[in-house]
């Protein structure tokens, strides 16, 4: 068994032991993370899978493709735009079509409709995610995000899709593809829009996939000169994990090599 599988099965228990009030002090213990560090020498990691990180200038370049008033192209604009700005993992803004079996209970899980509120000044707005890996014990984690008036402006995108989208009651779904079926947002839906819009907006075939958005953010905070914490606040990440989201490109590295060196000559 691999290391990697080993740590989903364990992080599978501790989630279990929590909603349980077990104590778990013991997945903290440094023999534990030792061992699996020992078994990742012994057995050789598969290769990490590729994806292509969604900058904000690729995210506004995908918007550029995504025009028209029809709710079909609302929602998915407003999933893009919130889905960056927000930092969501792609579990965080999809659904199962099982998961609206849960009916009331849906916003204790998953996004709904009253789960976002735009400032009466709409300078931003307020984006609660219920649920996340991020906050074990779902006490609901809210994000500010402000407002950017341009194409990708989260408040924007949210008027947009709440002014299209009146008649649904607050307690489903945020996004979802038809208002009159209530078809749920899958990562399968997401995953190939995302595959068919970039190749067309210019950004070639790329390995587009849920993660592009959060490691997009990441990688567009780290070029923007943000300090590691206030990543880390945004990114709601309480380690430095965030980091293997950020890659350079080979000009970024010939840059940071130019800098480097002309800074250490005397």
Excluded at 107 to 123: E, G
Excluded at 138 to 150: P, S
Excluded at 189 to 204: K, N, Y
């Amino acid at each position: 068994m691999k290391a990697k599988t080993i740590k989903l099965y364990l992080t599978g228990i501790k989630s279990y032991q929590l909603d349980l009030g077990i104590d778990c002090t013991t997945f903290g213990d440094p023999r534990l993370e030792r061992t699996i560090q020992g078994i990742k020498r012994d057995h050789n990691e598969p290769e990490r899978r590729l994806r292509s990180p969604l900058t904000c200038p690729y995210l506004l370049d995908v918007l550029r493709h995504i025009r028209g008033s029809q709710y079909y192209h609302i929602v998915l604009r407003a999933a893009f735009i919130l889905a960056f700005a927000a930092f969501l993992r792609v579990g965080e803004f999809t659904y199962r079509e099982i998961d609206k079996l849960l009916g009331r209970s849906l916003s204790r899980w998953f996004l709904t409709k009253q789960s976002i509120k735009v400032s009466r000044d709409a300078t931003y707005l307020e984006l609660t995610i219920p649920a996340s890996k991020t906050d074990p014990f779902r006490k609901g984690i809210t994000r500010t995000i402000a407002a950017t008036q341009d194409e990708g402006c989260p408040v924007r995108a949210t008027r947009q899709l709440q002014a299209s989208d009146t008649r649904r009651p607050h307690h489903t779904l945020l996004f979802c593809i038809r208002k009159q079926t209530q078809q749920a947002f899958t990562r399968e839906h997401i995953v190939h829009q995302l595959q068919h819009i970039a190749p067309t907006a210019g950004l070639g075939q790329g390995k587009w996939n849920g993660h592009s958005f959060c490691r997009g953010a990441a990688m567009w905070a780290a070029q923007v000169r943000l300090a590691d914490t206030e990543i880390q606040t945004l990114g709601r990440w309480h380690s430095d994990a965030y980091k293997v989201y950020i890659e350079y490109t080979q000009e970024e590295r010939i840059r940071l090599s130019r800098h480097f060196q002309h800074n250490g000559t005397t």
